[in-house]
């Protein structure tokens, strides 16, 4: 069964605007707010988040990347990954509110490793989290608090974020799991 696109470009595009309106409400006007993006989709989504809050604001927003792959729990159990880079902007993370941004939420697990490694590099004032897809079946307690799509799915299927900056194109697609090593396709 192919992949079938259940989010295309503009629906993106429009999911993105209303995250960013919706952090604007949430935060009275986001003037202490920092965007990390988790690589490898969360940073280029959140490079267009802060795009659109200055354009509502008027004002920069701090936006950079932070790399959770030393945080992860499956190190021993994943093949070697790439290290990615973390690029905290000149304000820094102390005292602010910092919005983690990344393309789906699934188990919680990116996430607690991503709130490991900002603890190593300050203390915000609080951390909310902003999704494209909250695809569901999470194993640790971990809720988005602002959300793209709700896509609920089951464990057979996969979610695929495609952007134009690493993609050509930007989509959200949804079709069969890969068999993990070991298993058979059937």
């Not at 190190?75 to 602010?96: F, K, Y």
């Not at 709700?150 to 079709?175: F, H, W, Y």
């Amino acid at each position: 069964m192919p992949a079938r696109t259940v989010l295309d470009g503009p629906e993106i595009q429009r999911a993105l605007t209303r995250i960013a309106h919706e952090i604007l409400e949430r935060t009275k006007g986001g003037s202490d707010i920092t965007l990390l993006g988790i690589p490898s989709r969360g940073v280029p989504l959140a490079r267009r988040l802060a795009e659109r809050l200055e354009r509502v604001e008027g004002g920069a927003v701090p936006c950079g990347s932070l790399d959770i792959t030393m945080y992860r729990d499956d190190l021993r159990l994943a093949p070697a990954r790439a290290l990615g880079r973390t690029e905290i902007p000149p304000e820094g993370v102390d005292g602010r509110l910092v919005v983690l941004v990344d393309d789906v939420l699934f188990s919680g697990r990116t996430v607690r490793a991503a709130l490991d490694a900002l603890n190593d590099i300050g203390r915000p004032r609080a951390v909310q989290l902003a999704i494209l897809v909250d695809r569901g079946h999470r194993e640790l307690p971990v809720r988005a608090d602002y959300v793209g799509k709700n896509l609920p799915t089951s464990l057979r299927e996969t979610v695929t974020v495609q952007l134009a900056e690493s993609d050509g194109a930007d989509a959200v697609l949804l079709g069969p799991a890969k068999p993990r090593p070991g298993e058979e396709e059937g």
